[in-house]
């Protein structure tokens, strides 16, 4: 099964366009991710830049509307993912757990889709676009 763990750091919906990790902080996490390749279950992983540096595209009325950031309203922003394949959805947690991540940082686990869980319908539909298949 495949999850994806949604790293939401404190304080990141605040950060500056230019913050970033300090090397202690970078060290911890590359060895967290070393960890995770070593077992076979790390599929993909990202950093993302702070959301000052990002846009939101929303769609109010059937019309995209763009929205550079920070964005006032937001309490929780992800700061990077990783993508695991692993045997449970307890299996992901203990490896949410093992993170090094801050005091106050969170980490969301949710569990991705696979086409097979959708009905027969939805996956003909998905059958016609077998190019976008990894």
């Known amino acids: 099964m495949r999850f994806m763990m949604l790293m939401i750091p ?7 366009p230019d913050v970033m990790p300090d090397a202690e902080a970078v060290e911890g996490m590359m060895r967290y991710n070393e960890e995770l390749k070593k077992a076979g279950v790390l599929l ?3 950093g993302l830049h702070p959301p000052s540096s990002g846009a939101r595209v929303s ?4 019309k995209p509307a763009v929205t ?3 964005f006032a309203e937001v309490k929780e922003v992800l700061g990077g993912y990783w993508v695991i394949d692993v045997r449970s959805r307890e299996e992901a947690i203990e490896w949410a757990r093992r993170c090094p991540a801050g ?3 969170v980490i969301e686990v949710r569990r ?6 959708f009905p027969e319908d939805v996956q003909q ?3 016609g676009f077998n190019e976008l298949k990894s």
């Not at 404190?10 to 500056?16: D, L, M, P, W």
């Not at 769609?59 to 059937?62: A, S």
């Open 10 to 16: 404190a304080g990141y919906a605040e950060a500056a």
């Open 44 to 46: 993909a992983l990202d």
């Open 59 to 62: 769609f109010k009325g059937g």
């Open 68 to 70: 550079d950031g920070p």
């Open 103 to 105: 005091e106050n940082d």
């Open 112 to 117: 991705v889709f696979e086409i097979s869980e």
């Open 125 to 127: 539909v998905v059958e």
